[in-house]
């Protein structure tokens, strides 16, 4: 199928949940791939590109917890972890992980299990334990063992976090196993360019599946007694090929506008948008900055400027210019602060506050020409959706190394886990929106890696060299916010913006472009809830299946907490 009707099926689909987010539409108890003889190829494009959409952010789950996990602010219930089980994000990741995606790889399987075409059956089971260990870690129990087959029932059953998660090691191994299926009736139709992701590199989801059992290995490891098996599973994802810098777990998005959007969905939100409500965080900003002198004394990377800035934002004011109202100003960077409470809060910024740049969201690399953008800045939203890269892969071994989880030097670990951010950065943007063509440099990298490798071979405690890891991979993980928000629950690091501290909500300069002092540079800021440990279940279907019962509130942990 053509990626750009493939884009359009999705797009459209993504249009309608957004504009009845909060009424009837597709949910966990309906079946919209009921066919009886499944074309596979098309079934597998359009999951994926449902997958990477219900990941994504503007109307999606990433919207709300890139603000939970402090990469962006917005001026919503979300800013103060306020957001309600109403909230649209929730709804439609919801909706789209059962009904677009959970559908359709159990009609894939169910199809390719009678064709004998392995490969898809493999590729759809991967992307199912993707999904299914992720709804876990964002809602603990989840129904899914009658909810994420074909023929569901239609009030299913929710079932206990660390039995979805059991299931998840078992439907990874019957993964790799289906790839290795031969014979002459055996993948009579292959994957091909169907497969958006990888190209039907049997190899690649070999790899990643191993990944994935890596991944929940170390969010389970001070629970694995729950885990059937939990040692052999981590035996056999540290024995197996896992992914590399050229396998990153990935969604593309090509840019083009013609004759579909293929644009990245956030970047059509910060670019020409009428009303700007995506702040990037002055939290991130202050920490790739090194600054320690206004609210995060703290930092890890104090006096380390992070060459990836530029990358990171693009700045629409110029640094000596007057700007009609500002909360949190450094020069050219304007934005707000989580839990603003600030009148310069609620202004509209729209034409002067700083914008994610060209990693992000495929926007403009910042040369310090200083304008408003619109919608044909920058790479015009060629990017990719990051759900699980290497450099991910590569931070996840410097944590299980540190604790002795796994063999190896953590150092050493942090240190590739870094470079492959980097890599991944220069893959994903050089000679774009207006950046180097060759990217950052290596002579930078070399020199930003070494200065935060010394702060990690400085640290006196393990919990510092923690935070070390865990925060440069939250700075690499912007727009694929899931990885943070699970390891803020698990771990505590990196550690976020306290609105309710009178430490805090300190800005450099005021919106004239001079430097506040005293009185003056203290924001109005406050949040008063503590950190979301889960979050809650739609409230639509709350009300549709009578087996759902919402939780007391969020303080309901996920199990791998406990």
Known sequence: MNMKTILNISLVLGFVIMAVSCDDFLDVNTDPNSATSAELKKLLSNAQVETAFSVSQRYYLGSELSVFVHHNNVREDANRYASPAEAGGYGNSWTSFYAGSLATYAEIIKEGEVQKNWDFVGIAKILKVYIAMNMVDFWGDIPFFEAADVGNTQYPKVDKGEEVYSACFTILKEAKDHFKETGSDVNLIQPGSADIIYGGDTDKWTALANTLMLRMCNNTRNVKTRIAG???????????????????????????????????????????????????????YEIM?????????GNPFGSIVDPRIPYYFYNQAAPDEE???????????????????????????????TVWGLYPVGGKYDTGDARTVTQTDGAQGKTVQKMFTCADLKFIEAEMMLDGTIAGNAGDALSTAIRAAFIHLNNTGKGLGGAPAAGIAAADIDAYVDAVMRKYDAATSTARKLEIILTQKWIHDVMNPFESYTDIRRTGYPILFDADSPGYGITPQLADGTAATGSDARMNTYCSRPYPNSLWYPRNEVDRNPNMTQKASQAVKVFWQQ
Do not use: K
């Not at 013609?258 to 995506?278: F, L, M, V, W």
């Not at 900055?289 to 004394?297: K, L, Q, R, S, V």
């Open 289 to 297: 900055n090194g600054y320690i002198e206004y609210n995060m004394p």
């Open 230 to 284: 939990w040692d052999a599973w981590l035996a056999e994802a540290v024995a197996g090929p896992r992914i590399d810098a050229a396998m990153d777990f990935q969604f593309p998005f090509s840019g083009s506008q013609s004759p579909t959007d293929e644009r990245y969905i956030a970047y059509t939100h910060c670019y020409g948008a009428t009303q700007h409500t995506n702040y990037p965080s002055p939290w991130l």
């Open 323 to 353: 700007v009609a109202a500002s909360s949190f100003r450094d020069g050219g960077f304007i934005s707000i602060f989580f839990g603003d409470n600030s009148a310069a809060g609620s202004a509209n910024q729209t034409s002067y506050a």
